[in-house]
T-cell receptor, first 114, second 114 residues
C-alpha cells in the first residue's frame, strides 16, 4: 500500500504556481520522496526526488519539511500541458523487501485552466 | 540516449492465447520494473528484476504470469492463456540501480483480449 496521502484533485490557473501537497507521516530514514506524473495514460514521467533537503530542477521544486512528514511539489509557472495525475511516492533507498520499487497511490489530478 | 522502449505498443489477443510484452531498458540500466494499469485505475506494481534475477515478484498473479530479464536482450513479461480481465496497459521502468536513482518509464503496451 502507498504510504502517502494526497488530495484527490486540485485546480490551478495557467501561469500561476501549482503547489501540490503530500503527507508521508510514517516515512523512514532510508526512504526518499519521489514525484511522478502521468499525462492521459502515457507512461509515468519522473519529476524530482529528495531525501531531506529541498531540491530544484528544470521542471519543479520539492520542499520537504524538517521532520520529513510532508512535502510540497511546486510547478512555478503551470501551463495547460501540466494537466496530469501527480503521484507522490516514498521509495526505500537501500535494503529490505521493498527495496527499489515505486508504490503508486491514487495521486492528485491537477487541472490547469486558462 | 534512447529511453525505455516497449513493444509492441498495442497487442490484441484472443482468449486463451499467449501475450509476450518486451521491455528494453535504457542503456546502462540493469534494474527493470513492470506495472499494470487497468482501465480507470492506478498503477499496480507487478515485479522487479535485475539481470537474470527476480528481486521482488510480490505483485505478480500466482498463475499464468511470468517475467524474465536475461543477461542479453530485453525483459519479457509473459501472460499465458489470457483472459478478458488481463486487458490493461502494461508499463515497464528501468533504473541504473535500485537505490536513490530515477526510474524511467516506457510508453507502455496496451493489451486487449477479445
Amino acid at each position: 500500500d502507498a504510504k502517502t496521502t494526497q488530495p484527490t484533485s486540485m485546480d490551478c490557473a495557467e501561469g500561476r504556481a501549482a503547489n501540490l501537497p503530500c503527507n508521508h507521516s510514517t516515512i523512514s530514514g532510508n526512504e526518499y520522496v519521489y514525484w511522478y506524473r502521468q499525462i492521459h495514460s502515457q507512461g509515468p514521467q519522473y519529476i524530482i526526488h529528495g531525501l531531506k533537503n529541498n531540491e530544484t530542477n528544470e521542471m519543479a521544486s520539492l520542499i520537504i519539511t524538517e521532520d520529513r512528514k510532508s512535502s510540497t511539489l511546486i510547478l512555478p509557472h503551470a501551463t495547460l500541458r501540466d494537466t496530469a495525475v501527480y503521484y507522490c511516492i516514498v521509495r526505500v533507498a537501500d535494503g529490505g523487501t521493498s527495496y527499489g520499487k515505486l508504490t503508486f497511490g491514487q495521486g492528485t489530478i491537477l487541472t490547469v485552466h486558462p | 540516449n534512447a529511453g525505455v522502449m516497449q513493444n509492441p505498443r498495442h497487442l490484441v489477443r484472443r482468449r486463451g492465447q499467449e501475450a509476450r510484452l518486451r521491455c528494453s531498458p535504457m542503456k546502462g540500466h540493469s534494474h527493470v520494473y513492470w506495472y499494470r494499469q487497468l482501465p480507470e485505475e492506478g498503477l499496480k506494481f507487478m515485479v522487479y528484476l535485475q539481470k537474470e534475477n527476480i528481486i521482488d515478484e510480490s505483485g505478480m498473479p500466482k498463475e499464468r504470469f511470468s517475467a524474465e530479464f536475461p543477461k542479453e536482450g530485453p525483459s519479457i513479461l509473459r501472460i499465458q492463456q489470457v483472459v478478458r480481465g488481463d486487458s490493461a496497459a502494461y508499463f515497464c521502468a528501468s533504473s541504473p540501480t535500485g537505490s536513490n536513482t530515477e526510474a524511467f518509464f516506457g510508453q507502455g503496451t496496451r493489451l486487449t483480449v477479445v
